[in-house]
Protein backbone atom coordinates (compact mmCIF):
# COMPACT_ATOMS: atom_id res chain seq x y z
CA UNK A 1 0.00 0.00 0.00
CA UNK A 2 0.96 3.55 -0.39
CA UNK A 3 0.82 6.08 2.82
CA UNK A 4 0.79 9.89 2.41
CA UNK A 5 3.56 11.36 3.70
CA UNK A 6 3.58 14.00 5.41
CA UNK A 7 6.17 15.36 5.50
CA UNK A 8 6.55 15.86 1.85
CA UNK A 9 4.55 19.24 0.45
CA UNK A 10 4.07 18.37 -2.70
CA UNK A 11 2.59 14.72 -1.70
CA UNK A 12 0.23 16.34 0.44
CA UNK A 13 -0.15 19.06 -2.29
CA UNK A 14 -1.10 16.60 -4.95
CA UNK A 15 -3.40 14.72 -2.34
CA UNK A 16 -5.73 17.76 -1.25
CA UNK A 17 -5.87 18.57 -5.23
CA UNK A 18 -7.12 15.08 -5.77
CA UNK A 19 -9.90 15.42 -2.74
CA UNK A 20 -10.57 19.02 -3.90
CA UNK A 21 -10.89 18.30 -7.12
CA UNK A 22 -12.58 14.74 -6.96
CA UNK A 23 -17.00 14.70 -7.03
CA UNK A 24 -16.93 12.70 -3.99
CA UNK A 25 -14.05 15.25 -1.95
CA UNK A 26 -15.27 16.05 1.43
CA UNK A 27 -13.30 18.34 4.01
CA UNK A 28 -13.04 15.61 6.73
CA UNK A 29 -11.20 13.69 4.04
CA UNK A 30 -8.69 16.79 4.32
CA UNK A 31 -4.85 16.41 6.02
CA UNK A 32 -6.08 20.01 7.48
CA UNK A 33 -9.23 17.80 9.33
CA UNK A 34 -6.88 15.08 10.59
CA UNK A 35 -4.10 17.97 12.32
CA UNK A 36 -7.51 19.11 13.95
CA UNK A 37 -8.42 15.36 15.42
CA UNK A 38 -5.46 15.15 18.00
CA UNK A 39 -6.34 12.43 19.85
CA UNK A 40 -6.55 10.75 16.83
CA UNK A 41 -3.51 9.16 14.54
CA UNK A 42 -4.03 10.51 10.94
CA UNK A 43 -2.79 8.24 7.73
CA UNK A 44 -3.78 9.03 3.98
CA UNK A 45 -3.66 5.95 1.83
CA UNK A 46 -3.31 6.24 -1.62
CA UNK A 47 -4.46 4.15 -4.97
CA UNK A 48 -3.02 5.40 -7.96
CA UNK A 49 -3.54 4.33 -11.65
CA UNK A 50 -1.35 2.84 -14.43
CA UNK A 51 0.14 5.94 -14.92
CA UNK A 52 0.96 6.48 -11.42
CA UNK A 53 -1.77 9.40 -11.17
CA UNK A 54 -3.70 8.87 -7.74
CA UNK A 55 -7.07 7.73 -8.86
CA UNK A 56 -8.72 7.45 -4.78
CA UNK A 57 -7.96 8.22 -1.55
CA UNK A 58 -9.24 7.68 2.20
CA UNK A 59 -7.90 9.55 4.66
CA UNK A 60 -8.07 7.36 7.68
CA UNK A 61 -8.46 8.18 11.56
CA UNK A 62 -6.59 5.84 14.62
CA UNK A 63 -7.42 5.65 17.67
CA UNK A 64 -6.73 4.00 20.75
CA UNK A 65 -9.63 2.68 22.67
CA UNK A 66 -9.76 2.74 26.60
CA UNK A 67 -9.04 -0.03 28.57
CA UNK A 68 -8.90 -2.35 25.89
CA UNK A 69 -5.93 -3.43 23.63
CA UNK A 70 -7.62 -2.27 20.50
CA UNK A 71 -8.10 0.55 18.09
CA UNK A 72 -10.89 1.96 15.67
CA UNK A 73 -10.16 3.12 12.21
CA UNK A 74 -12.33 5.75 10.93
CA UNK A 75 -12.67 7.19 7.34
CA UNK A 76 -14.90 9.73 7.78
CA UNK A 77 -17.01 10.91 4.21
CA UNK A 78 -14.62 8.51 3.00
CA UNK A 79 -13.35 6.76 0.39
CA UNK A 80 -12.91 9.34 -1.90
CA UNK A 81 -12.69 8.34 -5.29
CA UNK A 82 -15.06 6.65 -7.87
CA UNK A 83 -17.10 4.88 -5.66
CA UNK A 84 -18.08 2.33 -8.58
CA UNK A 85 -14.12 1.44 -9.42
CA UNK A 86 -14.22 -1.76 -7.26
CA UNK A 87 -10.82 -2.18 -8.30
CA UNK A 88 -10.01 0.93 -6.46
CA UNK A 89 -11.89 1.08 -3.70
CA UNK A 90 -9.91 -2.36 -2.95
CA UNK A 91 -6.95 -0.98 -2.72
CA UNK A 92 -8.21 1.55 -0.38
CA UNK A 93 -9.56 -1.61 1.79
CA UNK A 94 -6.25 -3.02 1.66
CA UNK A 95 -4.42 -0.49 2.79
CA UNK A 96 -6.66 0.28 5.64
CA UNK A 97 -6.51 -3.66 6.60
CA UNK A 98 -2.34 -3.21 6.35
CA UNK A 99 -2.76 -0.26 9.01
CA UNK A 100 -5.32 -2.39 11.03
CA UNK A 101 -2.60 -5.04 11.42
CA UNK A 102 -0.21 -2.34 12.68
CA UNK A 103 -2.86 -0.81 15.29
CA UNK A 104 -4.66 -3.62 15.73
CA UNK A 105 -7.98 -2.41 14.97
CA UNK A 106 -11.38 -4.18 15.70
CA UNK A 107 -12.92 -2.69 12.51
CA UNK A 108 -12.75 0.00 9.73
CA UNK A 109 -15.46 2.30 9.80
CA UNK A 110 -16.67 4.35 7.16
CA UNK A 111 -19.91 6.94 5.41
CA UNK A 112 -19.23 7.44 2.14
CA UNK A 113 -20.76 10.67 0.70
CA UNK A 114 -22.89 8.22 -1.16
CA UNK A 115 -26.91 8.01 -1.77
CA UNK A 116 -28.67 5.45 0.23
CA UNK A 117 -30.30 4.26 -3.30
CA UNK A 118 -26.91 3.90 -4.79
CA UNK A 119 -27.08 -0.30 -4.53
CA UNK A 120 -24.42 -0.64 -7.24
CA UNK A 121 -22.03 1.06 -4.58
CA UNK A 122 -23.13 -0.99 -1.70
CA UNK A 123 -23.04 -4.05 -3.55
CA UNK A 124 -19.41 -3.56 -4.81
CA UNK A 125 -18.62 -2.75 -0.75
CA UNK A 126 -20.78 -5.61 0.28
CA UNK A 127 -18.68 -7.89 -2.05
CA UNK A 128 -15.39 -6.55 -0.16
CA UNK A 129 -15.94 -7.92 3.19
CA UNK A 130 -18.21 -4.61 4.32
CA UNK A 131 -20.90 -4.95 6.88
CA UNK A 132 -24.06 -2.78 5.25
CA UNK A 133 -25.64 -0.11 8.01
CA UNK A 134 -28.76 -0.57 9.80
CA UNK A 135 -31.55 1.23 9.56
CA UNK A 136 -31.43 4.68 11.67
CA UNK A 137 -33.74 7.73 11.68
CA UNK A 138 -31.95 10.02 13.55
CA UNK A 139 -28.04 10.93 15.15
CA UNK A 140 -26.88 6.97 15.93
CA UNK A 141 -24.02 7.18 13.14
CA UNK A 142 -20.97 9.49 13.75
CA UNK A 143 -21.77 11.65 10.74
CA UNK A 144 -25.92 12.53 10.03
CA UNK A 145 -27.31 10.31 7.74
CA UNK A 146 -29.41 12.76 6.82
CA UNK A 147 -29.24 16.23 5.53
CA UNK A 148 -30.75 18.89 3.06
CA UNK A 149 -28.44 19.71 0.33
CA UNK A 150 -29.14 22.65 -1.96
CA UNK A 151 -27.98 22.47 -5.31
CA UNK A 152 -27.20 25.88 -6.63
CA UNK A 153 -26.55 24.74 -10.30
CA UNK A 154 -24.91 28.56 -11.39
CA UNK A 155 -28.00 30.47 -10.16
CA UNK A 156 -27.31 34.13 -8.36
CA UNK A 157 -27.80 34.39 -4.68
CA UNK A 158 -30.86 36.50 -5.85
CA UNK A 159 -32.37 34.03 -7.47
CA UNK A 160 -31.70 31.07 -4.73
CA UNK A 161 -33.33 33.60 -2.47
CA UNK A 162 -36.44 33.39 -4.36
CA UNK A 163 -36.94 29.69 -4.56
CA UNK A 164 -37.20 29.82 -0.13
CA UNK A 165 -40.48 29.96 0.86
CA UNK A 166 -42.05 32.63 1.32
CA UNK A 167 -41.93 32.37 5.00
CA UNK A 168 -37.98 32.35 5.05
CA UNK A 169 -37.53 35.09 2.33
CA UNK A 170 -39.51 37.35 4.43
CA UNK A 171 -37.22 36.50 7.42
CA UNK A 172 -34.39 36.82 6.07
CA UNK A 173 -35.51 40.03 5.15
CA UNK A 174 -36.68 41.05 8.36
CA UNK A 175 -33.38 40.40 10.23
CA UNK A 176 -31.82 43.07 7.74
CA UNK A 177 -34.84 45.56 8.90
CA UNK A 178 -34.38 44.93 12.18
CA UNK A 179 -30.82 46.31 12.31
CA UNK A 180 -29.28 42.47 11.65
CA UNK A 181 -25.70 42.55 10.59
CA UNK A 182 -23.75 39.62 9.71
CA UNK A 183 -19.63 39.68 9.66
CA UNK A 184 -17.45 37.41 8.43
CA UNK A 185 -15.20 37.23 12.11
CA UNK A 186 -11.53 36.14 12.73
CA UNK A 187 -10.62 34.26 16.27
CA UNK A 188 -11.10 36.81 18.26
CA UNK A 189 -14.72 36.36 18.27
CA UNK A 190 -14.59 32.78 18.86
CA UNK A 191 -15.29 33.25 22.66
CA UNK A 192 -18.67 35.03 22.39
CA UNK A 193 -19.78 32.19 19.28
CA UNK A 194 -18.45 29.81 22.38
CA UNK A 195 -20.75 31.44 24.54
CA UNK A 196 -23.90 31.18 22.30
CA UNK A 197 -22.76 28.11 21.56
CA UNK A 198 -23.11 26.72 25.43
CA UNK A 199 -26.32 28.46 25.52
CA UNK A 200 -27.82 26.69 22.61
CA UNK A 201 -26.72 23.01 24.06
CA UNK A 202 -28.26 23.98 26.93
CA UNK A 203 -31.08 24.94 25.82
CA UNK A 204 -31.48 22.27 23.33
CA UNK A 205 -29.85 19.35 25.52
CA UNK A 206 -26.47 17.99 23.33
CA UNK A 207 -23.09 18.27 24.29
CA UNK A 208 -21.04 20.90 22.33
CA UNK A 209 -17.45 21.35 21.41
CA UNK A 210 -14.47 22.98 24.22
CA UNK A 211 -13.84 26.69 22.65
CA UNK A 212 -10.35 25.30 22.18
CA UNK A 213 -11.62 22.84 19.83
CA UNK A 214 -13.23 26.11 17.29
CA UNK A 215 -9.92 27.90 17.72
CA UNK A 216 -8.07 24.39 16.76
CA UNK A 217 -10.40 24.10 13.68
CA UNK A 218 -9.81 27.34 12.34
CA UNK A 219 -6.39 27.23 12.79
CA UNK A 220 -6.35 23.42 11.29
CA UNK A 221 -8.55 24.43 8.14
CA UNK A 222 -7.22 28.15 7.47
CA UNK A 223 -9.11 30.01 4.94
CA UNK A 224 -11.40 26.79 4.28
CA UNK A 225 -13.40 27.96 7.66
CA UNK A 226 -15.40 30.73 7.88
CA UNK A 227 -16.77 32.49 11.27
CA UNK A 228 -20.12 33.93 10.88
CA UNK A 229 -21.44 36.59 13.66
CA UNK A 230 -24.82 38.25 13.88
CA UNK A 231 -24.86 41.13 15.77
CA UNK A 232 -28.53 43.14 16.56
CA UNK A 233 -28.27 47.20 16.47
CA UNK A 234 -26.10 48.07 19.43
CA UNK A 235 -23.67 45.52 18.33
CA UNK A 236 -24.34 42.68 20.34
CA UNK A 237 -23.69 39.05 19.22
CA UNK A 238 -26.42 37.07 19.34
CA UNK A 239 -25.68 34.40 16.76
CA UNK A 240 -23.06 32.81 14.68
CA UNK A 241 -21.99 29.88 12.47
CA UNK A 242 -19.39 27.76 11.24
CA UNK A 243 -18.89 26.89 7.79
CA UNK A 244 -16.37 24.92 5.71
CA UNK A 245 -15.82 25.58 1.82
CA UNK A 246 -14.02 22.68 0.21
CA UNK A 247 -13.40 21.55 -3.18
CA UNK A 248 -17.01 22.31 -4.90
CA UNK A 249 -19.20 22.39 -1.30
CA UNK A 250 -19.91 24.88 1.34
CA UNK A 251 -21.12 23.22 4.68
CA UNK A 252 -23.02 24.83 7.64
CA UNK A 253 -21.20 22.67 10.11
CA UNK A 254 -21.95 24.19 13.54
CA UNK A 255 -24.66 26.82 14.54
CA UNK A 256 -25.69 28.63 17.88
CA UNK A 257 -28.42 31.61 18.64
CA UNK A 258 -28.92 33.16 21.98
CA UNK A 259 -31.96 32.71 23.76
CA UNK A 260 -32.29 36.55 23.49
CA UNK A 261 -33.45 38.75 20.44
CA UNK A 262 -34.39 35.55 18.22
CA UNK A 263 -37.21 37.68 17.29
CA UNK A 264 -34.89 39.38 15.06
CA UNK A 265 -34.45 35.98 12.93
CA UNK A 266 -30.30 36.18 12.80
CA UNK A 267 -30.28 32.47 11.92
CA UNK A 268 -31.82 32.91 8.47
CA UNK A 269 -29.67 35.72 7.53
CA UNK A 270 -26.83 33.64 8.86
CA UNK A 271 -27.94 31.07 6.17
CA UNK A 272 -28.65 33.23 3.64
CA UNK A 273 -25.19 34.96 4.55
CA UNK A 274 -23.50 31.62 4.16
CA UNK A 275 -25.20 30.67 0.89
CA UNK A 276 -24.12 33.54 -0.98
CA UNK A 277 -20.26 32.90 -0.03
CA UNK A 278 -21.25 29.30 -1.64
CA UNK A 279 -22.50 31.07 -4.75
CA UNK A 280 -19.60 33.78 -4.37
CA UNK A 281 -16.83 30.34 -4.80
CA UNK A 282 -18.54 28.64 -7.59
CA UNK A 283 -19.35 26.12 -5.40
CA UNK A 284 -22.56 23.41 -7.03
CA UNK A 285 -23.04 22.11 -3.82
CA UNK A 286 -24.69 23.42 -0.06
CA UNK A 287 -24.95 21.35 2.58
CA UNK A 288 -27.36 22.20 5.77
CA UNK A 289 -25.87 19.17 6.89
CA UNK A 290 -28.18 16.51 9.86
CA UNK A 291 -31.61 16.10 10.21
CA UNK A 292 -33.59 13.20 11.60
CA UNK A 293 -34.91 11.15 9.04
CA UNK A 294 -38.19 10.28 11.02
CA UNK A 295 -40.38 13.39 9.84
CA UNK A 296 -43.55 13.17 12.36
CA UNK A 297 -44.06 16.02 13.84
CA UNK A 298 -44.22 14.64 17.29
CA UNK A 299 -40.65 14.24 16.88
CA UNK A 300 -38.85 16.73 18.85
CA UNK A 301 -36.22 17.29 16.24
CA UNK A 302 -39.03 18.28 13.35
CA UNK A 303 -38.70 21.98 14.03
CA UNK A 304 -34.45 21.27 12.95
CA UNK A 305 -36.01 19.63 9.82
CA UNK A 306 -38.67 22.33 8.76
CA UNK A 307 -36.01 25.47 9.41
CA UNK A 308 -33.94 23.61 6.74
CA UNK A 309 -36.55 22.28 4.62
CA UNK A 310 -37.42 25.57 3.87
CA UNK A 311 -35.05 26.77 2.28
CA UNK A 312 -35.37 24.37 -0.24
CA UNK A 313 -32.98 22.31 -0.33
CA UNK A 314 -32.86 18.43 -1.30
CA UNK A 315 -33.90 15.87 1.48
CA UNK A 316 -30.53 13.00 1.01
CA UNK A 317 -30.29 10.12 2.78
CA UNK A 318 -26.81 9.07 2.87
CA UNK A 319 -25.77 5.11 2.53
CA UNK A 320 -25.13 5.25 6.07
CA UNK A 321 -22.07 4.04 8.28
CA UNK A 322 -20.29 0.97 6.72
CA UNK A 323 -17.80 -1.53 9.17
CA UNK A 324 -15.43 -3.32 7.45
CA UNK A 325 -15.00 -5.69 11.04
CA UNK A 326 -11.67 -7.47 11.88
CA UNK A 327 -12.66 -8.52 15.38
CA UNK A 328 -16.42 -8.81 16.33
CA UNK A 329 -15.69 -9.79 19.96
CA UNK A 330 -13.38 -6.32 20.23
CA UNK A 331 -15.78 -4.32 18.42
CA UNK A 332 -19.00 -5.67 20.37
CA UNK A 333 -16.88 -4.63 24.02
CA UNK A 334 -15.57 -1.10 22.31
CA UNK A 335 -18.86 -0.04 21.30
CA UNK A 336 -20.89 -0.86 24.13
CA UNK A 337 -17.88 1.11 26.47
CA UNK A 338 -18.44 4.04 23.64
CA UNK A 339 -22.21 4.13 24.14
CA UNK A 340 -21.81 4.19 27.79
CA UNK A 341 -19.37 6.45 27.72
CA UNK A 342 -21.39 8.99 25.33
CA UNK A 343 -24.30 8.87 27.65
CA UNK A 344 -22.22 10.03 30.72
CA UNK A 345 -20.56 12.46 29.14
CA UNK A 346 -23.97 13.57 28.41
CA UNK A 347 -25.08 13.61 32.06
CA UNK A 348 -22.11 15.15 33.00
CA UNK A 349 -22.59 18.41 30.54
CA UNK A 350 -26.07 18.30 31.92
CA UNK A 351 -25.00 18.54 35.38
CA UNK A 352 -22.38 21.35 35.17
CA UNK A 353 -24.38 23.31 33.28
CA UNK A 354 -27.67 23.00 35.34
CA UNK A 355 -28.86 26.04 36.56
Not at 245 to 252: A, E, F, R, S, T
Request: glycine residues 8%; charged residues 25%.
Amino acid sequence: MELLDLNNAAAVAEYEAFNQNCPKGHFSQSVGWGKLKKEWKFAGIISRDAEGKINGIMSVLIRKMPMLPTSVLYAPRGPVCDVHDKAVLKTLLDGAKELAKQHKAYALKMDTDVKSDDLEYLGIMKDLGCKLPKDTKNFEGIQPRYVFRLYLEGRSDEEILMTFTQSHRRKVRLATRRGVTVKVADASALHDFYTIMLETGIRDNFVIRTEEYFRRLMECLGDAARLYMAYNAEGEAIAGTLAIGYGNKVWYLYGASSNSHRDLMPNYLLQYSMIQWAVERGADVYDFRGVSGDLSEDNPLYGLYRFKKDFNGEFTEFCGELNLVFDSTMMFLAEKGQKAYRKLNHVLFKLKNKK
